[in-house]
């Protein structure tokens, strides 16, 4: 005669008691448990390292790909700035538009100022390593500094928390007063604040993160805070829109000509040079971050988080 078909809770009780009928079996079943979650640790440990040394594979190909294929020549500002953009040490492809404007705008000195260089060295990183420039490299983390300092002998690396009663003196204190080709700011922060105080050095080319969570309208930035911390707060609670970043710099006699298309930095270049490169209104320049534009898609907004959260945001005329 045929047996009825196990009911599905039967099953899976019955299963249960083979796997932890004694306590044995139990230790052997736990560690067998244990073994292959560590093995699959470990799997996974190996993919982490395969990706974080292939993902920059496809831009790097997209990068070939105009250079074969695109005339820079017969593009119109900014295009003609973007297209030659490629990466050798910065975070996205910001190396070769570094790079490119500075072929159209003239480099007096070979120098820099990088403020927030992080290990890699910041936007600088490549034309230290690879251009052999020198510069000034700072950034808040003490350990780090001694690294930039052995990875890159010609700079001098700092170790210093930089605000905006300090700022010019760690430019003039380490040489690098007056006029400088490239002067680039990340620090994830009050970066306005920091921008607008600078007077010790004139860079030709600026570089400034912006914060695209806060859209290509309105001008706002966090407000002034020595001590200010991201972390304390919403991931994308900090920085400066790239609409207030190009009022400040048009106060200082700067120009937005560029903005990389990953969406993170924004490329000024001061008004007296490269007179045949148009300034762009950052509306139409805007680029949005791609996981801001998933973040926003799942339901996320700033200004909503700021609201609720009872934060400052200072809105700029």
Known sequence: MTQPPEK??????????????????????????????????????SVEKIWLRTRHLEPAVQALLRERYLDPATLPYPQRLTARRFRISSQNQE?????????????????????GSGLSGGNSGFLARECGWSGLMVDGHEG???????????????????TRDNI???????????EVDLFSLDLDGTDYW????????????????????????????????????????????????????????????YRLVAVEPTGVNAFFLRRDLATHIPACEPQRAF???????VAMQQGEDVFRYVKEAGLPLVELP
Not at 39 to 45: G, Y
Not at 95 to 115: C, P, Q
Not at 194 to 218: H, K, Q
Not at 287 to 293: K, P
């Open 194 to 253: 920091i921008w607008e105080a600078v007077t010790a050095c004139s860079p030709r080319v600026v570089i400034l993160e912006y914060n695209s969570m806060f859209g290509p309208d309105r001008a706002v930035t966090v407000p002034y805070d020595a001590q200010f911390d991201r972390h304390r707060h919403h991931a994308m609670y900090y920085g400066a829109s790239l609409a207030a970043l190009a009022k400040v710099s048009e106060r200082k006699g």
């Open 144 to 162: 780090h500094m001694k690294q930039v300092g052995r990875r890159f002998p010609t700079v001098t690396a700092v170790a210093a928390w930089v």
């Open 287 to 293: 680029q949005l971050l791609e996981r801001y534009d």
């Open 95 to 115: 190396d070769g538009l570094t790079l490119a404007l500075l072929n159209e705008a003239g480099a007096s000195s070979r120098t820099f100022v990088e403020i």
């Open 168 to 178: 010019n003196d760690l430019i003039l204190s380490h040489g690098f007063g007056g």
């Open 8 to 45: 599905p809770g039967r099953a899976l009780l019955r299963r249960l008691r083979a796997a932890f009928g004694g306590g044995q079996q139990t230790h052997q079943a736990l560690a067998d448990v244990n073994r292959r979650l560590e093995r699959i640790e470990r799997q996974l440990a």
